[in-house]
Antibody, heavy 120, light 110 residues
Framework: QVQLVQSGAEVKKPGASVRLSCKAS????????IQWVRQAPGQGLEWMGI????????NYAQRFQDRVTMTRDTSTSTVYLELSSLRSEDTAVYYC?????????????WGQGTLVTVSS | QSVLTQPPSASGTPGQRVTISCSGS????????VNWYQQFPGTAPKPLIY???QRPSGVPDRFSGSKSGTSASLAISGLQSEDEADYYC???????????FGGGTKLTVL
């Protein structure tokens, strides 16, 4: 069965960076895009960007362009999200999701989420 | 503030039919299909409706979706207590070149 398993919770200080992982299984890794979505406490969902595991091309939401990097390791079917220059407003649950096309609002599988807390 | 507008809350009694709206514009709902997600507290969103009106396997047929012009709706018939959750619409936006989510609607079963 398709699974996206994310890394554990993180606590970071303002200005630091965080690297989250998302390990995919149960399907052909290179055949689906991975997109990252975050949700601040009590707030809605916000798209951060997309990576194509086949080739590694990325497209980031404009507001995260200068702070986010998405990479993948095809040998372990794992995608990584790195967010730098963290601030308190980055406190959120970060989800990796799967989609079969890039230009879509349809995410058919979701990871369990990783809570990132930014606090001094 | 989300570009896709949803009512912040909705409510109904068991057995009732409730609808949740999602209003957008020509560059998003007007040009692309709409998807809906259901989210319970502390859990990841779950796909509920895709391509405007399609249900993934396992989703009861009490849930239905529709789209007209630049608006979409999620309808839940035969409301049950376990339907109490947050509901989000989502679609692609051609101007933004990325997906958009609605602000979410908290459904309360009275």
């Amino acid at each position: 069965q398709v699974q996206l398993v994310q890394s554990g919770a993180e606590v970071k200080k303002p200005g630091a960076s965080v690297r989250l992982s998302c390990k995919a299984s149960g399907y052909t890794f290179n055949s689906y895009f991975i997109q990252w979505v975050r949700q601040a406490p009590g707030q809605g969902l916000e798209w951060m960007g997309i990576i194509n595991p086949s080739g590694g091309s990325t497209n980031y939401a404009q507001r995260f362009q200068d702070r986010v990097t998405m990479t993948r390791d095809t040998s372990t079917s794992t995608v990584y999200l790195e967010l730098s220059s963290l601030r308190s407003e980055d406190t959120a649950v970060y989800y990796c999701t799967r989609s079969n096309v890039a230009a879509t609002g349809r995410f058919d599988y979701w990871g369990q989420g990783t809570l990132v807390t930014v606090s001094s | 503030q989300s570009v896709l507008t949803q009512p912040p809350s909705a409510s109904g009694t068991p057995g009732q039919r409730v609808t949740i709206s999602c209003s957008g514009s020509r560059s998003n709902i007007g040009s692309n299909t709409v998807n809906w997600y259901q989210q319970f507290p502390g859990t990841a969103p779950k796909p509920l409706i895709y391509s405007n009106n399609q249900r993934p396997s396992g989703v009861p047929d009490r849930f239905s979706g529709s789209k007209s012009g630049t608006s979409a709706s999620l309808a839940i018939s035969g409301l049950q207590s376990e339907d109490e959750a947050d509901y989000y619409c989502a679609t692609w936006d051609d101007s933004l070149n990325g997906p958009l989510f609605g602000g979410g609607t908290k459904l309360t079963v009275l």
